[in-house]
């Protein structure tokens, strides 16, 4: 099974690593495994705050559409080459692949979720 690394961040002190089944989207992953990816719209495409950052094996996912790049577009932090929404990207084959969680994302996910605030 393919491995996502979520690389650390001001929630994450440390780097989680989670094996998921092939096919799966990073936000699903995030959602399943208590990962701090922001989702608005739920992972319709309806919005840019799962925005993450493919830092390594961006060949072992999907390809983006045009829906998601339009989304991104909408994105508050910069859009990079390896910019992809969470609920859009999904791994493919065995690869790994790293991420890192934009600002956004976490600044949404403290909103959907107060309780994990850091005060």
Known sequence: MPKITFLPNRKMPQPVTIEVPEDTSI????????IPVGSAC??????????????QGGEN?????????????????PVESNSRLG?????????DIV???SEESLATFDNEHPEHRQR
């Open 27 to 34: 936000l699903d992953a995030a959602e399943e495994n208590h």
């Open 42 to 55: 739920g992972g319709v495409c309806a919005c840019s705050t799962c925005h993450v950052y493919i830092q």
């Open 61 to 77: 996912v999907t390809e983006m559409e045009d829906k998601e790049s339009d989304r991104l577009d909408l994105a508050v932090d």
């Open 87 to 95: 609920c859009q990207c999904r791994l493919t084959g065995t690869g």
């Open 99 to 101: 991420v890192k969680i």
